[in-house]
């Protein structure tokens, strides 16, 4: 496998990977009553996430520029998505794990008020204790309770669609290029077709609703438990979405390349 794959590969992981962790931020918001603190402090995290984001395109594009083959970069593309996939679930794993660490930076932080002492204890001795204490794995009684708790079916759907449009728009672009050489710089600046489908769904209807959703938490009209059945339902869409994804690279795809004759 080419180096400039690898790297793709590895990127899409951690992207994926921070992604699915996001989900449980408002949670520790709303267990610390620092919903700001908390989402700042994760912005470290999705820091490195944006720098990947804008080293994937570019690598991916080069490698498909110097192998036109389409058969062979279709296999490529899916198994990037699957290890995007992978890389959901196991972020999924690791939520109880992140919780915990960020409770503990949230409380660190509002006391220190200082992010360089809170980096420079976390690689400390009794830091790097307290990451081994934090390690732990998913309860299957958080689980169980997606079968006899009532969760919002319609925002957790919609977040499948948003997942699955979002995870082929970065790809689908470039591989309508490998469809249409002549026209693969149009092709690949009409990734907001795609993306922005997810856009509006996000904007719209997701985020409103988790935001008045971790507001009724937070005031008493919501208990966490339901709050927490609800993340659990948007992790799982995600994984779904992302896996999902693999049936629309193709149909995305043959949509750009239209667009693109079109314009």
Do not use: W
């Amino acid at each position: 496998m080419a180096i400039q794959i690898i790297v793709v590969i590895l990127l899409n992981f951690i992207i994926s990977l921070i992604g699915t962790l996001a989900y449980s931020v408002r949670l520790v918001g709303v267990r610390t009553g620092k919903i700001a603190v908390s989402f700042a402090l994760f912005n470290i995290l999705m820091l490195v996430s944006r720098v990947a984001v804008s080293f994937q395109v570019p690598i991916l594009t080069r490698y498909v520029e110097g192998n036109p083959g389409a058969g062979d970069l279709l296999t490529v593309f899916n198994v990037i998505i699957v290890i995007s996939g992978t890389a959901t679930v196991f972020g999924a794993i690791l939520i109880p794990t992140f919780q915990r660490l960020l409770y503990r930076g949230v409380q660190s932080f509002t006391i220190d008020r200082s992010l360089s002492k809170l980096i420079i204890h976390s690689f400390s001795k009794s830091g790097i204790r307290y990451i081994k204490d934090c390690v732990t794995v998913p309860s299957k009684e958080n689980v169980r309770q997606l079968t006899h708790k009532k969760y919002p079916r319609r925002i957790i759907f919609y977040n499948f669609l948003a997942v699955a449009f979002l995870t082929v728009g970065s790809l689908a672009p470039i591989y309508a290029g490998i469809l249409e050489p002549d026209l693969r710089a149009t092709c690949i600046t009409l990734s907001s077709i795609v993306n922005g489908i997810a856009t509006i769904l996000m904007t719209i209807f997701i985020d409103p609703h988790l935001s008045i959703m971790t507001d009724d938490v937070i005031d008493g009209k919501r208990t966490e438990d339901e709050f927490r059945v609800c993340v659990i339902g948007l992790v799982g869409s995600k994984t779904l979405g992302t896996f999902a994804s693999l049936l629309l690279l193709l149909p995305f795809s043959y949509l750009i390349v239209f667009m693109a004759r079109v314009i």
